[in-house]
C-alpha cells in the first residue's frame, strides 16, 4: 500500500503510535501514545474499522432481525448519529436466509470486539443512510433509471446485491489497513476479521452466481471501481471471458488491498477528495475521515 496516499487521505502526519496488551486484560482502556512516528495511530485505524462494521452490522441486523444495534453498542466519541431506511426482508430461500443470519452475528460480534478493544478511545456510530445511498449507488452501476429507487430490502436477491456493494470493500480494507498496524495483538485480531470478511464475500459470490445475478453484480463492481481510482482493482463473479472468478486476486493468486481513502471514495459514493456523502451523510468518526482525489 502507498503509505504516503494512506497519510494524504487520512489528513494526518504525525501522530504517536498506541501500544496495547493483550486485548483480554486491556478492553476499557483508553489508548496512550508512545513514541512520535509518521503514520495512523493503531486507534486511529481501528476505529476506521469500526465504522465500516457499524455500517455492515446495520445493514445485516436490520435485513435479518428488522432492528439495528442496540444503544449500548452505538456511543462513543464523535458525532452520534441516526439510520435511515432498513427493514425486515422476506427471504426466499433457507440458504439466502442463514447466510443473512450468520453474517448479521458476526457483524456484530466484530463492533461489540473492537469497541472492546479500543476501550474509551471508540467512535461513536456515525449517521447512516440506508436509502439515498442505495438508489445513488444502483444508478452509478446503472441498475436504475434517474427517478426511479433500489431497495436492498425489498427481496432476497436485491438484498444480496446490497451486501455485495460491502463485502469485497471490507476485505480489501482490513488488507490494505494491516501494515498500519503495530500492535501484533491487534494485526492478529484484523488478520481474523479479515478472514471472516473474506469467507462473507466468497459465500456472497457464490450465492449470486448461483442465482444467475452475474451481471448486475459485474455493474457494482465497476461501479466501485469507477470511484476508487484509474487501477483495474475490481472484479466481478466471472472475468470477462465468461469464466467463474469467485476469488478476486491479482497474478500471484493475493488478494488486492484499497486504502483508507479509496475505501472512503466507495463508501461516500464520490471520486473526490471529499470527507462525507453516500452512506455516511455527515462522514465517519474519527482521524481517518478523508477520501482519496481520484477525480
Not at 501494515?179 to 491487534?186: E, G, V, W
Not at 442465482?211 to 481510482?229: F, M, T, W, Y
Not at 466481478?236 to 469464466?243: Q, R
Request: hydrophobic share 40%.
Amino acid at each position: 500500500m502507498d503509505r504516503r496516499r494512506f497519510l494524504r487521505a487520512a489528513g494526518i502526519t504525525g501522530v504517536g503510535v498506541a501500544s496495547m496488551g493483550a486485548l483480554g486484560a486491556t478492553a476499557g482502556t483508553a489508548f496512550a501514545d508512545e513514541s512520535a512516528q509518521k503514520g495512523p495511530s493503531d486507534g486511529a485505524v481501528l476505529n476506521f474499522a469500526l465504522n465500516l462494521e457499524y455500517l455492515e452490522a446495520e445493514y445485516y441486523l436490520r435485513g435479518v432481525f428488522g432492528e439495528g444495534l442496540k444503544d449500548n453498542q452505538i456511543d462513543g466519541s464523535g458525532h452520534l448519529g441516526g439510520v435511515t431506511g432498513g427493514y425486515k426482508v422476506r427471504f426466499e430461500s433457507d440458504l439466502g436466509k442463514q447466510y443473512a443470519e450468520e453474517i448479521a452475528g458476526d457483524e456484530r460480534a466484530h463492533v461489540d470486539f473492537l469497541r472492546g478493544a479500543l476501550g474509551n478511545a471508540k467512535v461513536a456510530r456515525p449517521k447512516i443512510n440506508l436509502t439515498d445511498a442505495f438508489n445513488a449507488a444502483a444508478m452509478a452501476a446503472g441498475l436504475i433509471k434517474r427517478g426511479e429507487e433500489f431497495d436492498p430490502f425489498a427481496s432476497e436477491n436485491n438484498f444480496l446485491l446490497g451486501a455485495y456493494v460491502f463485502e469485497d470493500v471490507g476485505v480489501t480494507a482490513y488488507k490494505g489497513a494491516s501494515p498500519l498496524i503495530s500492535n501484533k495483538t491487534f494485526l492478529e485480531a484484523a488478520a481474523g476479521i479479515l478472514a471472516v470478511e473474506a469467507y462473507h464475500a466468497g459465500l456472497l459470490r457464490t450465492v449470486l452466481l448461483s442465482k444467475g445475478l452475474e451481471i448486475p453484480a459485474g455493474a457494482v463492481s465497476d461501479a466501485r471501481d469507477s470511484l476508487d481510482g484509474k487501477s483495474d482493482l475490481d472484479q466481478g463473479i466471472v472475468d470477462d471471458h465468461g469464466h467463474v472468478n469467485i476469488v478476486p486476486t491479482d497474478k500471484n493468486g493475493i488478494a488486492f488491498s484499497r486504502s483508507a481513502g479509496q475505501v472512503l471514495n466507495i463508501v461516500y459514493l464520490n471520486p473526490s477528495s471529499v470527507s462525507e456523502g453516500g452512506f455516511f451523510p455527515n462522514g465517519v468518526n474519527g482521524e481517518i475521515n478523508t477520501s482519496d482525489d481520484n477525480s
